[in-house]
């Protein structure tokens, strides 16, 4: 299983349907909360993205190949997943974190970026072939993906649970979503989790949880909003930007996409001895360090996934 958020189509309606009673602005491209203040979050193509400069030191580490070429092939998922990769309102700009944070690190090596939308499975099918240097694309360290891949973390594998606004409920553990009716995708780390719970709340003698599944994003908001459901669990991305665009929601706990084994984490995912995980993890040590890795979270609400480190092939999660 894995932690997904649920394909949207790739089209500036999509964004707007996300975000529930949220407004566009023509004018600045931003989308936020009807009503509320500030720019709100830019989905034009203009990204006025954040870039660094080459590191000499850390670009040295590049094998020789790549330094020639001039150019770092990256893998991304082609689904709609905001914040982390879909397309900006002109229907053919890809934005998102994934790609701010791959073109820093890009920049960091002294390598132009160029990415590739591909499904999911084709993501590592790339990587096998040769046809990417990396993916950068939520990819989750597990234990046997090490075992053909290298990783470099940069983010923290979070899911969130997400409730009416004013809701007053906190989510710690599996007390807490006794007798609630919870939506979650089907197939995913948090259904598995949530199941999990509701058995370990029957057998302390609570009510288990009664877990619902839509079809559509827009039908849990929906639902949501109505009380048909108490809560949402998702990827935490997912969930925050929901939370900042519509500003009907809020997120009443968050915890490691494996549950309470391990603490998941995101990564550079490149091929097992391709001689380049050793540069991503210093290009993201210094992204972090210099602040633009910082900016570049907290303009899309992940701030609460930072690591202060980058660390290669940690513990992932174990084998099922």
């Known amino acids: 299983m894995k932690t997904v958020a649920r394909p949207l189509a790739a089209t500036a309606v999509a964004a707007l349907l996300l975000t529930g009673c949220s407004s566009a602005d023509a004018t600045t491209d931003a989308v936020k909360p009807a009503g509320a203040k500030g720019t ?19 670009a040295a580490q590049v094998p020789e190949a790549l330094r020639k070429r001039g150019t770092i092939r990256f893998g991304a998922s082609a689904d709609a997943s905001p914040p982390l990769g879909f397309f900006a309102t002109d229907d053919k700009t890809r934005i998102g974190s994934e790609i701010d944070l791959a073109t820093l690190i890009a920049d960091t090596l002294g390598l132009k970026p160029e990415f590739d939308e591909v499904s999911w499975e084709n993501l590592f099918v790339g990587l096998d072939s040769s046809k990417f240097d990396g993916v950068l694309s939520n990819v989750t360290v597990t234990e046997e993906r090490k075992e053909k891949y290298d990783f470099a973390t940069y983010r923290l594998d979070n899911i969130a649970f997400e409730a ?30 949530l199941v999990d719970w509701s058995e370990q709340n029957e057998k302390a003698g609570r009510k288990p949880v009664d877990i619902k599944y839509f079809q559509k994003d827009t039908d849990y908001y929906l639902a949501l909003q109505s009380g048909r459901i108490d809560g949402y669990l998702g990827p935490n991305p997912s969930v925050a930007y929901h939370v900042a665009s519509a500003g009907q929601s809020e997120v009443v706990g968050t915890l490691s996409g494996a549950g309470g084994q391990i603490q998941g984490k995101i990564a550079a995912t490149t091929k097992k001895d391709s001689g380049l995980v050793d540069a991503y993890a210093a290009a993201i040590d210094h992204i972090i360090e210099d602040g633009s890795y910082a900016k570049v979270l907290k303009r899309w609400g992940l701030s609460g996934e930072a690591v202060k480190k980058s660390e290669i092939n940690p513990p992932g999660l174990p084998k099922v």
């Open 164 to 193: 009416k606004k004013g809701s007053g409920w906190k989510v710690k553990g599996p007390a807490d979503v006794a007798g609630k009716t919870i939506a979650v995708a089907s197939g995913t780390n948090q259904e598995k989790i």
């Open 40 to 58: 709100g979050i830019n989905i034009g193509p203009d990204q006025h993205r954040i870039h660094g400069k080459k590191v000499e030191a850390i």
